[in-house]
């Protein structure tokens, strides 16, 4: 009560333009801190490196790849065995902004999710136990593992908490949209602004908001109309058990959506222009007409920000008594 107070009167003085962004209902991304150097160092390569998979040949980056966004640009994942995955990747960018992890919240954290890939027989198709051998195995990895934690014991506790630690520098100031909401008028274009403002009027501010424009509630995918989905899943339900959270999902982060096509948990939509016709018709009710909904797209499209940028990291070798990798199901 007392900052809309606050608000309010320096609205009547004259809002100096930095006090606008602190009324919209996006905010701009802060610029991760990295606390352990050496932490995210070692998550990063274990990030890359396949030899976390059975096949010796799936990385977290073949499904979440840096290069494009974060995901795979297909519709459902391909894992383990060309097994045809269930539902989209969503991004890994800005992914600890995000309320829980998956689509239905199932992992409360980015550490908790960490380890649900790796034994996933449909992704990854390891175990932890021969994950921890093989990293144990190599050399170059043990002395990495002993600067970040001090210990000579690898473990799947410690894999993840790496894992999650290199995740959270994956994030993306500095987006066109961002630097208007911090005040400069020029960023983004008469256009993209009358975009924003359809964005607001419209009510999809509803769901997507706050620094990731989403990931921040668990909403019904369908509220006016029902989604015909080509995926089974049935989101929230899964972990609550609880009816009225049937379909209902994790909101996506619209955060480099430009980047992370096909759209929704069953990457049924393909372009921006037709999930923005999806959501206006099936959460809100409202038919855009084509110059309505090119303002909306063109307005999503400034909220690409700074991509990853780093020096790909060089995978230390395995040694003489690494267990090999199994590329093919026994027939
Ligand atoms: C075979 C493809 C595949 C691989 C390999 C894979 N993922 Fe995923 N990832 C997915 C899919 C599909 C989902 C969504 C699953 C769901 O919500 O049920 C997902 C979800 C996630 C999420 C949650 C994002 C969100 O917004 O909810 C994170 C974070 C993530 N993965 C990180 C990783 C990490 C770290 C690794 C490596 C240890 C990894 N993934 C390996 C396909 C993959
Ligand atoms: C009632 C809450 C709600 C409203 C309102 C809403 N959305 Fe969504 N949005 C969601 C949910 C939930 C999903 C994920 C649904 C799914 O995948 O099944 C989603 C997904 C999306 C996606 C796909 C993102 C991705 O990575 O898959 C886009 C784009 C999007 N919304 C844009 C909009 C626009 C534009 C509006 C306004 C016209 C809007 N949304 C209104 C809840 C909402």
Redesign the pocket.
């Known amino acids: 009560m007392k900052i809309r107070t606050l608000v309010a009167s320096v609205m009547i003085i004259g809002l100096p333009t930095a006090w606008a962004a602190a009324d919209e209902p996006i905010k701009p991304i802060p610029v991760a801190k990295v606390a352990n150097p050496a932490l995210v160092e070692l998550g990063k390569k274990l990030?890359f490196d396949p030899r976390?998979?059975k096949s010796g040949f799936?990385?977290?980056n073949?499904?979440?790849n840096l290069s494009m966004g974060g995901t795979?640009n297909i519709k459902?994942?391909?894992?383990h065995n060309w097994n045809e995955?269930p539902?989209?990747?969503?991004?890994?960018l800005n992914?600890s902004l995000?309320l829980a992890?998956?689509?239905?919240g199932r992992?409360k954290d980015?550490q908790a999710?960490?380890g649900g890939?790796?034994a996933n027989p449909?992704?990854?198709g390891f175990t932890h136990a021969l994950a921890v051998d093989v990293l144990q195995s190599i050399p170059g990895y043990v002395a990495e593992f002993k600067k970040a934690f001090g210990v000579e014991k690898v473990t799947i506790e410690e894999v993840t908490k790496a894992?999650a630690a290199f995740?959270e520098t994956l994030v993306t100031p500095n987006s066109r949209f961002d630097k208007w909401l911090k005040g400069d008028k020029k960023a983004i274009t008469a256009n993209e602004q009358a975009g924003y403002k359809l964005f607001k009027d419209s009510g999809c501010v509803a769901c997507h908001n706050g620094s990731a424009v989403g990931?921040n509630s668990f909403q019904k995918m369908g509220v006016v109309e029902p989604y015909k989905a080509s995926s089974a899943?049935e989101g929230r339900v899964a972990v609550t058990g609880k009816d009225a959270d049937r379909f209902n999902f994790?909101v996506?982060?619209l955060r480099n959506v430009e980047m992370t096509y096909p759209y929704f948990h069953d990457g049924a939509a393909n372009t921006l222009k037709e999930a923005v016709e999806t959501m206006g018709r099936v959460q809100l009710g409202k038919k855009f007409s084509d110059d309505e909904n090119a303002k909306i797209v063109a307005f999503l499209k400034t909220l690409t920000g700074d991509q990853p940028n780093f020096k790909l990291p060089i995978l230390p070798p395995s040694s003489d008594s690494t267990p090999r990798p199994q590329p093919f199901a026994k027939k």
Do not use: R
Not at 101 to 104: C, T
């Open positions: 990030y976390l998979s799936i990385s977290c073949s499904c979440h795979d459902t994942s391909i894992g995955g539902i989209n990747a969503p991004t890994v992914s995000n992890q998956f689509w239905d992992a980015l999710q960490a890939p790796i449909g992704e990854m894992i995740e990931g899943a994790k996506p982060t």
